[in-house]
């Protein structure tokens, strides 16, 4: 049990950094002021709240999907939730949907999350594999 709750925080924490950094490639995409402070707050809430749903997906449809389809799955997932920052500032501030800005934070997110999102898949698939094999070798020392 301990170990799983460290692996949700590890989670977190990554997700939260992920997030931190495509703040920080907003911020240094216009001039910096103290009202970015709030932006790389948001966004590494953002960050944290991608991470936990990309999780979620992923032990949710592991086994019932192929990987490849979790994988665009889980792109979609980021890609949605990633826009709402642009979408409550288009419709409470009327800025533009899709900013250059827009854009290259979205791309900078897929790009981080989802290879976060690939070495956590292959770390755990080799994981299992070692489990596995550690499972065979008592079960032989059973019989």
Do not use: C, W
Request: proline letters at 1%; a positive charge.
């Amino acid at each position: 049990m301990k170990e799983k709750n460290k692996n949700i925080i590890f989670n977190l924490i990554i997700s939260a950094l992920i997030g931190f950094i495509v703040g920080l490639v907003e911020v240094s995409l216009k001039n910096f002021t103290t009202n970015d402070i709030y932006i790389l707050l948001v966004d590494s809430f953002i960050g944290l709240l991608i991470g936990s749903v990309i999780r979620q997906t992923f032990i949710v449809a592991y086994g019932k999907l192929k990987v490849y389809q979790i994988f665009i799955l889980s792109s979609i997932l980021l890609f949605i939730i990633s826009m709402f920052p642009a979408i409550i500032n288009h419709f409470i501030f009327g800025k533009p949907l899709f900013r250059t800005t827009t854009i290259i934070t979205i791309t900078t997110a897929e790009l981080l999350g989802m290879s976060f999102t690939f070495a956590s898949y292959k770390y755990y698939k080799k994981l299992n594999q070692k489990l596995d094999e550690k499972k065979k070798e008592f079960l032989e020392r059973l019989e």
